[in-house]
């Protein structure tokens, strides 16, 4: 072996080393879920469907629920903040919706592939909110 394979295999070995350490730390900057009725655990792909779904429901875009901020001078959406009263509301309607599927409809969301009979487009159907039948609404 020359010197510099020698030289190769030592610096490959270092970086694989190097790589191996940091694939065992816990990712930097992963920022704080602020889940209090979706799980903990859900994926990042089950979390935007249901997002989606709620901006297809109420015809509406996640800042209608969703807060941000200027940071550094570029405005940045905060997912996890709940200075909007939106966001409290739609975790209310979420458990709501989850009550009225249990309790009338005897649905069991433990089935996979079972879709609810009620969900979030029955009363919205594309409306932040839903008529009640009042004239005045
Ligand atoms: C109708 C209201 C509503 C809309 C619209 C909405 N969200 Fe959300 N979002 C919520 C609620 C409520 C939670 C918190 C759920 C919980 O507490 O378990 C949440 C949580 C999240 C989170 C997790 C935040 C954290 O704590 O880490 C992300 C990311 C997110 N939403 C992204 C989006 C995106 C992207 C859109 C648009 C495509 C969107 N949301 C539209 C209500 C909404
Ligand atoms: C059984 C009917 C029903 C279902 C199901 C339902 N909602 Fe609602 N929702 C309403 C009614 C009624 C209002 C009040 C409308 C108003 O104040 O004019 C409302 C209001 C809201 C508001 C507040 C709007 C605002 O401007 O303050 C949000 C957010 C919301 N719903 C989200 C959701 C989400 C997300 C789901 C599904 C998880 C859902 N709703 C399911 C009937 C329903």
């Known amino acids: ?6 030289f190769a295999v030592v610096l490959l070995l270092s970086a694989t080393v ?8 816990p990712p930097q900057e992963q920022p704080k879920r602020n889940l209090k009725v ?3 655990d859900i994926s ?26 200027q940071v550094d001078g570029r405005f940045k ?3 996890a903040s709940d200075e909007k009263p939106e966001k409290q509301m739609a975790r209310n309607m979420w458990k709501m919706t989850g009550k009225i599927n249990k309790k009338f409809f005897k649905f069991n969301s433990g089935t996979a592939g079972a879709v609810p009979p009620v969900t979030c487009m029955t009363c919205h159907n594309g409306k932040p909110h839903p ?6 609404h």
């Open 77 to 79: 959406m905060d997912f």
């Open 131 to 136: 008529s009640n039948g009042a004239a005045a």
């Open 38 to 40: 979706l799980p903990k």
């Open 18 to 25: 190097v790589l191996g350490i940091a694939a065992s730390q």
């Open 1 to 6: 072996m020359t010197m510099n394979k020698k």
């Open 44 to 69: 990042h792909e089950d979390l935007d469907k249901i997002m989606h779904g709620f901006n297809d429901a109420l015809g509406v875009k996640c800042n209608f629920c969703h807060a941000g901020a």
